[in-house]
T-cell receptor, first 111, second 116 residues
Framework: SQQGEEDPQALSIQEGENATMNCSYK?????LQWYRQNSGRGLVHLIL?????REKHSGRLRVTLDTSKKSSSLLITASRAADTASYFC???????????FGGGTRVLVKP | DTEVTQTPKHLVMGMTNKKSLKCEQH?????MYWYKQKAKKPPELMFV???????INESVPSRFSPECPNSSLLNLHLHALQPEDSALYLC???????????????FGPGTRLTVL
C-alpha cells in the first residue's frame, strides 16, 4: 500500500500561529499531494510536489519533500480559523492509478 | 463550471430500502470516482469509471451498484444496506484516466448516508 502515515493525528493552535504536520510513506513515489477537508465535506486539492522537488509554496502553505527519508511536511503559516480542517497526504507511485490517503491530521485553529 | 455536485446532501434509509446517490460534473472530465469515508478516517476508493466504463471496483459488496449514464453523471445505487454502511460518500472527477500522477481529482461535498 502506498498509504501515508500522518503525524500528529490532531493539532490545536491559536490563530496567527504556524501549523506543521508530517507525512511518511513506504515506497518510491512520483509525487505527493496534500488535500484539505472541512468538517466532513469534500476534499480540496492543496498542492502537489513532485519527487524531484524539495520545496513548494502556495500562498500560506509550504510543502517539503525528503525522498531519502520518505517524508513530507505541510506548514501553514499565520493560521486562521478557516484553516480548521483535516489535512490528508496522498503519496502517488509512478504508475499509480489510485489516490490513497494517509490517516489525516485534524487541525483546530482557535480564534 | 469547476464544481462537482452531489445529491442528496443527507440520506436516511432502512435496510430494505432502495435509494440512489447522484453525482454530476460539467468540466468535461472523463474519469469519475466513488469514495466511502467513515468518521475520522480517510476516504477509501470504491469505484472508478473511465470514459463511462467501470475500470476499478475495489471489491465493493454488490449491494452497492455504480452506474455512469453519460460522461457528466455518476450514480450509486444502494440496496439492502447494513448499518455499518453509514458513512460519507464522496464523488470525484478528473480530466483523464491517467491517474493521480498526472491529474488532480476534484471532489464533491459528499452525501452523508445513515442506514437504520
Amino acid at each position: 500500500s502506498q498509504q501515508g502515515e500522518e503525524d500528529p493525528q490532531a493539532l490545536s493552535i491559536q490563530e496567527g500561529e504556524n501549523a506543521t504536520m508530517n507525512c511518511s510513506y513506504k515506497t518510491s513515489i512520483n509525487n505527493l499531494q496534500w488535500y484539505r477537508q472541512n468538517s466532513g465535506r469534500g476534499l480540496v486539492h492543496l498542492i502537489l510536489i513532485r519527487s524531484n522537488e524539495r520545496e513548494k509554496h502556495s500562498g500560506r502553505l509550504r510543502v517539503t519533500l525528503d525522498t531519502s527519508k520518505k517524508s513530507s511536511s505541510l506548514l501553514i503559516t499565520a493560521s486562521r480559523a478557516a484553516d480548521t480542517a483535516s489535512y490528508f497526504c496522498a503519496p502517488i507511485k509512478a504508475a499509480g492509478n489510485k489516490l490513497t490517503f494517509g490517516g489525516g491530521t485534524r487541525v483546530l485553529v482557535k480564534p | 463550471d469547476t464544481e462537482v455536485t452531489q445529491t442528496p446532501k443527507h440520506l436516511v434509509m432502512g435496510m430494505t430500502n432502495k435509494k440512489s446517490l447522484k453525482c454530476e460534473q460539467h468540466m468535461g472530465h472523463r474519469a469519475m470516482y466513488w469514495y466511502k469515508q467513515k468518521a475520522k478516517k480517510p476516504p477509501e476508493l470504491m469505484f472508478v469509471y473511465s470514459y463511462e466504463k467501470l475500470s476499478i471496483n475495489e471489491s465493493v459488496p454488490s449491494r452497492f451498484s455504480p452506474e455512469c449514464p453519460n460522461s457528466s453523471l455518476l450514480n450509486l445505487h444502494l440496496h439492502a444496506l447494513q448499518p455499518e454502511d453509514s458513512a460519507l460518500y464522496l464523488c470525484a472527477s478528473s480530466p483523464t484516466d491517467k491517474g493521480p500522477s498526472t491529474d488532480t481529482q476534484y471532489f464533491g461535498p459528499g452525501t452523508r448516508l445513515t442506514v437504520l
